[in-house]
């Protein structure tokens, strides 16, 4: 902000995942993966928000997971489509 003076585009890219059936995974896992992958974009979402709103109409930008691991370069690996949580927070993330 100090030297651009705003937020274009917001690229939510961050993502854990654990590996295994939903039985194989502890609760703490599978909310530590639904936190992160989940509530993560949504508090940075927020946080960012007020200052793409004061920038000009038309300008700004999200990117949820699904479209940010197509824009970046340094992408994680996308979880296969039997992960447990990998439902729910897909599902919550893409637009």
């Known amino acids: 902000m100090d030297r651009f003076g705003r937020i274009d585009v917001l690229i939510n890219n961050a993502a854990n995942f654990y590996a295994g059936f939903f039985e194989e995974l502890s609760e703490q896992q599978v909310r530590a993966q639904i936190e992160t992958n989940l509530f993560g974009p949504m508090n940075v979402t927020r946080a960012v928000l007020p200052v ?35 439902a729910s927070w897909k599902f919550s993330t893409t637009t």
């Open 52 to 86: 793409m709103r004061a920038s000009a109409p038309g300008t700004s930008s999200l990117c949820p997971p699904s479209r940010a691991r197509s824009a970046s370069t340094s992408a994680s690996p996308t979880p296969p489509p039997n992960s447990p949580s990998r």
